[in-house]
């Protein structure tokens, strides 16, 4: 069997971190490593996490950030293959183990599935996926297929919901001095070194809609600027790798900040 490292960090969780566990305890695959960085909690977040006692590896550290609580369980982990989960989402019981056998049948370094969210209230969103139809992409097909989202959109941005061969990440950290943005540019680089990936439609990462959560806070503005003109310079670093060097990517990367812009005020208008 295969082992996964499943990191979680958090940040004054107490609201949401048991059930966040507790659906990683009941994975029906059970060769699991769950590997929990608490970034400074003041609030009962740590005293959740010591009841869970040998069921978990729970480390500490003083509040550096989500990008720094995630280099450190990286540093720790001793699976085969990664998958982060933030402390205030969940996964469905059967997650692990029906994405180890959808990767375990194509080898793919990477494995993308589909999420539902969350509200505050209870409700829950029907599922929601980037794609239509499982799957799998190689390394000749990301021109047309991967690449070309990290230019306009944040379809592969995100780390949750994604499962990795640990050795594709070896070296790869998330930027400390990014607080937003932080998980594009570490995708840039698995998605960039990755063979393969395989889109799955039919497993579900549960993600909380609210900016309560270690990688959902609240920025200002200048920063949340700051960090998206970091992220544009990984981005156009990347061109010439991916073979897509030419003034018109490169015109997209730069209205990508205000097409983002666009899209957010869009989708707050129909909530």
Known sequence: MKKVSIIVPVYNEEATIVRCIDSLLAQTYSLLEILVIDDGSCD????????YGGQIVLLFQQHRGVASARNAGLLRATGDFILFVDGDDYLEQNCVEQVLQKQQKVDADIVRFSYRLLYPDGHIEEPLSYFQEEQLLLKGAFCKNIYPYF??????????????KRELLAGVVFPVHMRTAEDAAFSLEAYTRAQSVLLVTDIHYFYMQTPTG?????????????CNLWLLKYILNKLDAWGMDSLFNRLKVYIRPLWLLFSKCKSRRRR
Do not use: D, M, P
């Open 44 to 51: 009962k977040t740590r005293i959740l996490l010591e009841q």
């Open 214 to 226: 270690l990688s959902k806070q609240g920025l200002h503005l200048l920063e949340k600027v700051w």
């Open 151 to 164: 230019l306009s959109s944040i379809r592969f941005n995100s780390v949750w919901a994604t499962l990795y």
